[in-house]
């Protein structure tokens, strides 16, 4: 068979280019005589490959001297758990609940300490984004939390939120690399990199220098952002391979014109399906417009059975992972950095030949 379109939420589909080069270099990598998957990651030609994916990354995302990059393991989930463990120094922290990965943020934060939300979308059915304002933080909280992209719903923060001297935090798991972002922004960058970097298995923290080394003494080790960051995210063995995989990806990104020329794409592939939605009356979007995401388009017919209908055809035509959250139903094509606008064109050609033989 050959390669499909593949529109799953994560893990996703990586450039073709990326996995052919892994492929090359699969069981020799560049004369070491071994894959990278066999080698210490103590060795000089690891060494080379962990450098210079972080010098890429910081080069694509522009992120300043005074932030670290760390690459770890444990899902953006492990996350939910850090930050406050490393960031909630005098116990208080602000959450912006949008989705189901926010809640879950929010709820794990309350374990550690009074986490409050302070604005959430949920009675909406997080069809859209809270708006805040910086009246709406707590003067004396640690940070304020927020997903920027809701990857179940398909919506997306429409601005960052003004948080002054409040550290802001963002779970960018499913839009980094999607577009450019002021990293000067935030205290806290994280994201789970199977959806728009790499293979499952790697999560990366990008963090302002002085908001590590504050955590109580308890925190568990690997959790501890000052020991990951001491210790060049090799306190023991990193996703070696996953960082490798990313390392390639972001080679792909700056080729393609860095986080602009990537954006414009993104915005032709969003823009092609959102088009057409509108243009649909068999088809609803079911995100508000101004909140819409570039990553994640959800989508009904308004009936659950043809819902179904529309997604085991779809799959037998060549377009996998339609099906939505199964906490939402409906579709969702997620349309990664990695989906070529092919994929969306022919889709929306697939989408609408079934509306006119469904009607
Ligand atoms: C997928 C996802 C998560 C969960 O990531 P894991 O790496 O599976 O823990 C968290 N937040 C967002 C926004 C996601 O898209």
């Given at each position: 068979m050959d390669r499909i379109f593949n529109f799953s939420a994560g893990p996703s589909m990586l450039p073709l280019e990326v996995l052919e080069e892994a492929a090359r270099d699969m069981t020799n990598y560049k004369g070491s005589g071994m894959s990278v998957m066999e080698m210490s990651h103590r060795s000089k030609v690891y060494d080379d490959i962990i450098k210079e994916a972080e010098k890429d990354l910081r080069e694509l995302m522009d992120i300043p001297e005074n932030y670290k990059v760390l690459f770890l393991q444990g899902g953006a989930s492990t996350q939910f758990s850090a930050v406050p463990l490393n960031l909630m120094v005098n116990g208080k922290a602000d959450y912006i609940v949008s989705g189901q990965f926010s809640k879950k943020a929010f709820s794990e934060a309350k374990k550690y300490g009074d986490a409050k939300c302070i604005a959430s979308s949920e009675a909406s059915n997080y069809t859209e984004v809270p708006v805040i304002s910086k009246d709406d933080i707590r003067p004396d909280a640690d940070y304020l939390h927020i997903c920027f992209n809701n990857t179940i719903y398909g919506t997306k923060f429409s601005y960052v939120p003004e948080t002054g001297d409040i550290p802001l935090v963002c779970d960018m798991s499913s839009c980094i690399l999607s577009e450019p972002v002021d990293v000067k922004k935030y205290g806290l960058i994280y994201a789970g990199a199977q959806k728009n970097m790499a293979p499952a298995g790697l999560t990366v923290v990008i963090v302002r220098e002085d908001l590590i080394g504050k955590a109580s003494p308890q925190i568990p080790v690997m959790l501890d952002y000052k020991i990951m960051a001491d210790n060049d995210s090799m306190y023991n063995t990193p996703p070696c391979y996953a960082i490798y995989v990313a390392g390639l990806v972001y080679k792909w990104i700056k080729k393609i014109g860095g986080l602009k020329g990537m954006e414009e794409i993104n915005k032709k592939k969003a823009s092609i399906l959102y088009d057409y939605l509108d243009s649909s009356d068999f088809y609803k979007s079911c995100a508000k417009k101004e909140f819409r995401s570039m990553m994640n388009v959800t989508f009904v017919t308004g009936n659950e059975e043809l819902d179904k209908k529309f997604c085991s055809e779809a799959a037998a035509a060549?377009?996998?992972?339609?099906?939505?959250?199964r906490s939402v139903g409906g579709m969702r094509a997620s349309i990664y950095n990695a989906m070529p606008i092919e994929g969306v064109e022919k889709l929306v050609e697939f989408m609408d030949n079934f509306a006119k033989n469904n009607k």
């Open positions: 060549g377009f996998v992972n339609l099906k939505g959250h």
